[in-house]
Structures are given as structure tokens and as C-alpha cells.
């Protein structure tokens, strides 16, 4: 019973690691329509400029504050100067050119900092306690309580505040936004500096666990947008129990499916990504889209 514990633990705190990087590009996604491959770079430049700020002597958590004011504006402007050229054409294009982007804020980040393994300083302590025969760290927690009330807030701009109702009709139809007086441009340069934000907080929490390099989120990344399909892009928190249930499925069956392994789990929850795409295609707690002709 102990070691299920563990596992279960263990998984929900990796699974809020997927979850930082699966709200950033809910926002995205809810404030513009968009899919933004480029979350993952975005975050990991935070974490660098995290990880310089600390370098000049400044305490984490200012450091972690300013970064996430930085990456705000460096998201907006992206999407001023950028995006905003593609957003809403093709979206095949779209997707290139995030993925483009996620290219080249690597290899930006690549040419200033080098590609080795750097140490970025936790934010919570690193002493553990004991639950029912599980250890816990103050880390694991801590991430974990990030991410809730991450996705706590998230849930209540989008549902119950102007700015996020006027962010998803921005989305949902730019065109009809705009002719009721909505400041279409404005609001997408918002929703893009909140996920940068965000993409900030993420990138603070994921550089001490998994060590700080250009390319440290791309596997996270996969993970994040399993989570997001998988809980359904206009559900925040079917994202978060998403990504928690992707990461305690997959620390169980390496234990407890013997033909797994440590060396399969990661198919697992892809398996089980696509069994329930079969059965309802628009996520766990997604919505239906319906479209009149």
C-alpha cells in the first residue's frame, strides 16, 4: 500500500509539471484559437532569465517575479510583430511558424547560455514529511499547489471576468468582436503575454527539477499537449486532471504491468489518450463544437 502511495504521489507531482505547460497554451488557445508549439521555448527563456537575474545577486523570488513581467511583454510583443500575421488564416501555417519560433528561441537560448546542464535554485525547501507511509517533499508539494491555484484563476478570468469573456470572443469570432466595439488586437496581445506568464511560472518550477538546458521541456512539451487534448482545450482544469492522471497512470503501469516497464510507460498514456479520443473526441471535460451551415 505504501509503494502505491508513492507512485500516486510521485506521479501527481510530474503530472503538475505537464499541468504548468498545458495552461500556458489553454490561454493560447482560448484567447486567440491558436495552438502555440512555441510554449515550451517560451518558458525555458523565462527559466534563463531567471537563472541571470539570480546570477546578479537578486533573491529567486524576485527573480522569478521580474521573469514573469518579462515574459508578459516579450509575449505580447511576439504577437504584435509576428503571429498576428497569421492568426487567422491558415492554420497549418499557424503551426509552422510556432514551431519555428520553438526553433529558434532554442537556438537563442543555445548561442547565450550553452547547451550544458546549469543548476537553477528551488523555490521551496527540500525537506520531505510522511502521508500514509508516502514521503512527500515540500517540493513536490509546492508545485502542486502552484498549479492549482494557476488553474483556479485561470478558470475564474475565463468564466467570470470581462477581460475573459472579451478573450474568448475574441477567439471564438474576431470579426464579430471587433463590430461590437472589442478591442480585438489589444485582447490578443494580452492573451499571448498571460500564457508567456504563465509559461514563466512553469519554466521556474520544471528548470530545478529537470535541470536547466535549451531543449529540457521538449518531452514535457508532448506530455503538455497530451494533457490538453486529452482534458479538453476550453477546460483549464480537465487540463490539470488530465496532466495529474497522465502522471500517476504512467508511474503505476511501470510498476504494476510487467511487460512495461520503465522502459514503455511512456506509451502508456498515450494509450490511454487515444482509447478516449475514440469514445469522446473533444476531451474529458471538453465541449462540443457545434457548427451551423
Known amino acids: 500500500m505504501g509503494t502505491f502511495i508513492q507512485l500516486v504521489v510521485d506521479g501527481l507531482g510530474m503530472g503538475s509539471v505537464y499541468a504548468a505547460l498545458g495552461l500556458a497554451i489553454v490561454i493560447v488557445n482560448q484567447s486567440t484559437g491558436m495552438i502555440n508549439f512555441a510554449q515550451g521555448g517560451m518558458a525555458v527563456l523565462s527559466a534563463y532569465f531567471v537563472f541571470a537575474l539570480v546570477g546578479v545577486g537578486l533573491p529567486l523570488i524576485v527573480a522569478i517575479l521580474l521573469a514573469i513581467v518579462a515574459a508578459f511583454l516579450l509575449g505580447a510583443f511576439l504577437e504584435r510583430v509576428l503571429i498576428r500575421r497569421f492568426e487567422g488564416g491558415d492554420p497549418d501555417t499557424a503551426i509552422v511558424v510556432t514551431v519555428g519560433l520553438l526553433t529558434l528561441i532554442t537556438g537563442v537560448c543555445g548561442a547565450i547560455w550553452s547547451y550544458n546542464n546549469l543548476h537553477l535554485p ?109 482534458g479538453g482545450l476550453s477546460s483549464p482544469i480537465g487540463v490539470v486532471v488530465a496532466a495529474w492522471a497522465i502522471g500517476v497512470i504512467e508511474n503505476l503501469a511501470a510498476v504494476y504491468v510487467p511487460f512495461v516497464g520503465h522502459d514503455l510507460k511512456i506509451a502508456v498514456p498515450f494509450v490511454f489518450l487515444f482509447i478516449v479520443l475514440l469514445v469522446r473526441p473533444q476531451g474529458l471535460f471538453g465541449r462540443k463544437t457545434v457548427v451551423r451551415v
Open 122 to 230: 528551488w523555490l521551496f525547501p527540500p525537506e520531505s514529511f510522511s502521508v500514509l507511509g508516502a514521503s512527500v517533499s515540500w517540493r513536490s508539494l509546492g508545485t502542486f499547489l502552484v498549479i492549482l491555484a494557476c488553474m483556479i484563476l485561470i478558470q475564474v478570468l475565463f468564466r467570470g471576468t470581462k477581460l475573459g469573456l472579451a478573450l474568448r470572443a475574441v477567439a471564438d469570432n474576431p470579426a464579430a468582436a471587433a463590430l461590437a466595439g472589442v478591442p480585438v488586437g489589444r485582447l490578443l496581445m494580452v492573451g499571448w503575454g498571460l500564457a508567456a506568464a504563465l509559461g514563466a511560472v512553469a519554466g521556474a518550477l520544471i528548470a530545478p527539477r529537470l535541470s536547466l538546458t535549451p531543449g529540457m521541456l521538449d518531452t514535457v512539451l508532448v506530455y503538455a499537449l497530451a494533457a490538453v487534448i486529452l
